[in-house]
């Protein structure tokens, strides 16, 4: 019991510190925490992205996509929002 209240009241503390910080300070604690989360990157799926990208990206110049502008997208999107 003692250390789950030792545990409580360390979190608060750390919480406290945090509210302290600086928003960028906040973001760049964030950042780093939710990375830890996730885990560390995986190359194969880093390169798999970058293929994707370049791809999409090659479509566009050889004009075999079209593109949509992105107020377009957000407009669709928040009517969908809405519903």
């Known amino acids: 019991m003692a250390k789950c209240y030792s545990m409580t009241k360390l979190v608060a503390e750390i919480e406290q510190k945090i509210r302290s ?9 964030l950042r780093s925490l939710i ?3 996730d885990g560390g990157s995986d190359a194969n799926v880093e390169r798999a992205w970058l293929d994707v990208a370049k791809r999409r990206q090659r479509e566009i110049v050889e004009g075999r996509v079209k593109t949509i502008p992105a107020e377009q997208i957000f407009k669709k999107g928040r009517s969908r929002l809405k519903r």
């Open 21 to 29: 910080l600086k928003p960028k300070e906040k973001m760049e604690l």
């Open 35 to 37: 990375a830890e989360l």
